[in-house]
């Protein structure tokens, strides 16, 4: 089945540690791949997507991530995270059709002192 | 960039009326438009899809006939919950999509309606 897994419900950092979010997903073809953050109440901003090209993905807020093809993997990244990143991170992918985003349960960032 | 504004954001209601939520997008024309709803703590499930001028389509299991969507104009999709129940409270959020060869644009997110019925 077509699915996108965020195999983390929650995760805390300390402040200033790095962060990686684990996005994996399950579709025949290279859908779209998006993340976004949501802040309590909110909607969603979009952090970064990929389409094509370069693998490695630059995105606001100092956030990147990486493709990778063979793992199905589209995980988040962010080398020192701020008490102002504690959110809910959403993974979502377009399957190549560009329809409906499908997302991921996502995952609660806590950061610590 | 692309801004999508949804109204209200906050909405209480008595069970059995019906309640309208909007969304615009302020500056571009969006073509299609998604439906979702979010439980506390969970992820957002679509509940439809609209395109401009035409009716919308309902993923299974969300009741048309509760959940009415419109989207008349290519820059406005309504969202009207029909006699509400306690079991509708939710955050309803909105999506809208520019085109369909635009696709370096994605979707931009309205910022959702806590929608409670007493």
């Known amino acids: 089945a077509q699915s996108v897994t965020q195999p983390d419900i929650h995760i805390t950092v300390s402040e200033g540690a790095s962060l990686e979010l684990r996005c994996n997903y399950s579709y025949g073809a290279t859908p779209y791949l998006f993340w976004y953050v949501q802040s309590p109440g909110q909607g969603l901003q979009l952090l970064l997507k990929?389409?094509?090209?370069?693998?490695l993905v630059q995105g606001i807020k100092g956030f990147e991530a990486e493709f990778k093809r063979s793992q199905s993997s589209f995980n988040l990244r962010k080398p020192s995270v701020h008490w102002s990143d504690a959110a809910e991170y959403f993974c979502a992918v377009a399957p190549f059709s560009f329809q409906k985003l499908v997302f991921g349960t996502g995952t609660r960032l806590l950061v610590s002192p | 960039g692309a801004v999508v504004s949804q109204h209200p954001s906050r909405v209480i209601c008595k069970s059995g009326t019906s309640v309208k939520i909007e969304c615009r997008s302020l500056d571009f024309q969006a073509t299609t438009m998604f439906w979702y709803r979010q439980f506390p703590k969970k992820s957002l499930m679509l509940m439809a899809t609209s395109n401009e001028g035409s009716k919308a389509t309902y993923e299974q299991g969300v009741e048309k006939d509760k959940f009415l969507i419109n989207h008349a104009s290519l820059t406005l999709s309504t969202l009207t919950v029909t006699s509400a129940h306690p079991e509708d409270s939710s955050f309803y959020i909105c999506?809208?999509?520019?085109?369909?060869?635009?696709?370096?644009?994605?979707?931009?997110f309205g910022s959702g309606t806590r929608l409670t019925v007493v």
């Open positions: 999506s809208a999509r520019r085109g369909t060869g635009e696709i370096n644009y994605g979707y931009t």
């Open positions: 990929y389409f094509s090209g370069d693998t």
